[in-house]
C-alpha cells in the first residue's frame, strides 16, 4: 500500500493565488521530500523536510511537517501557469532506505 | 554535468518477450532507484542499490523482475516474459547517499507491452 497519500487530488486555481497540496503517511519517518513532475522536465526536486524540522521555505515554497499528526503540507504562494504540474511527497520508512512516493496532486493553474 | 540517462526511450515489445531498461546514474551517485508509474499514478517503488551493499527487491512485482547494478554504477532492469500489464514508464533515480538526500531522476523509458 502507499505510504504517502496526497490530496486533493486535483486543484484548478486562478494565476496569482496560493495552492496548498497535503501528504498524509502512514510509519514513522527520517524525512519527506517534495518533487514536481511536468510533461518537459520530467519528476524534479522541490524540498525536503527533515523528521525533527516543523517548516521550511524554498523560495515561493512554504513546507510544514507534523509529525504527531502524519502529515505534511505544501504551500506555493502567488502560483504561476508555470506551476502546472503534478506534485508528490516521497518519505523514508524509517529504518529503511527505499523512499515511497504518494499519488500525487495534479495542480493547474489558469492564465 | 551529465544527469542521470535511461535508455531506450520508448521501448514497444509483443506479450511474452523479454526486455532490458538501461540506466546511468550521475557520476559519483552511490544509491540508485528503480520505480514504476502507470498512466495518472504515482510511482511505485522496485528496487534499490546502495553501493557493494544487497539490493532491498522488496518492490518486485513477481520474479519475472530482476535488476543488477554492475562496479556500482550502470543499472540493468530486466523483466521476463512481459506482459500487458507490465506497460508504464520506468523511472530511475540516483542520489549521493542512501537517506538525506534527493533523488535525481532520469526521463524514464516507455514500456508498452502489445
Known amino acids: 500500500s502507499q505510504q504517502g497519500e496526497e490530496d486533493p487530488q486535483a486543484l484548478s486555481i486562478q494565476e496569482g493565488e496560493n495552492a496548498t497540496m497535503n501528504c498524509s503517511y502512514k510509519t514513522s519517518i527520517n524525512n519527506l521530500q517534495w518533487y514536481r513532475q511536468n510533461s518537459g522536465r520530467g519528476l524534479v526536486h522541490l524540498i525536503l523536510?527533515?523528521?525533527?524540522?516543523r517548516e521550511k521555505h524554498s523560495g515561493r515554497l512554504r513546507v510544514t511537517l507534523d509529525t504527531s499528526k502524519k502529515s505534511s503540507s505544501l504551500l506555493i504562494t502567488a502560483s504561476r501557469a508555470a506551476d502546472t504540474a503534478s506534485y508528490f511527497c516521497?518519505?523514508?520508512?524509517?529504518?529503511?532506505?527505499?523512499?515511497?512516493f504518494g499519488t500525487g496532486t495534479r495542480l493547474k493553474v489558469l492564465a | 554535468g551529465a544527469g542521470v540517462s535511461q535508455s531506450p526511450s520508448n521501448k514497444v515489445t509483443e506479450k511474452g518477450k523479454d526486455v532490458e531498461l538501461r540506466c546511468d546514474p550521475i557520476s559519483g551517485h552511490t544509491a540508485l532507484y528503480w520505480y514504476r508509474q502507470s498512466l495518472g499514478q504515482g510511482l511505485e517503488f522496485l528496487i534499490y542499490f546502495q553501493g557493494n551493499s544487497a539490493p532491498d527487491k522488496s518492490g518486485l512485482p513477481s520474479d519475472r523482475f530482476s535488476a543488477e547494478r554492475t562496479g556500482g554504477s550502470v543499472s540493468t532492469l530486466t523483466i521476463q516474459r512481459t506482459q500487458q500489464e507490465d506497460s508504464a514508464v520506468y523511472l530511475c533515480?540516483?542520489?549521493?547517499?542512501?537517506?538525506?538526500?534527493?533523488?535525481?531522476f532520469g526521463p524514464g523509458t516507455r514500456l508498452t507491452v502489445l
Open positions: 523536510i527533515r523528521s525533527n524540522e
Open positions: 533515480a540516483s542520489s549521493l547517499a542512501q537517506l538525506g538526500y534527493e533523488q535525481f
Open positions: 516521497a518519505t523514508d520508512a524509517h529504518g529503511t532506505y527505499k523512499y515511497i
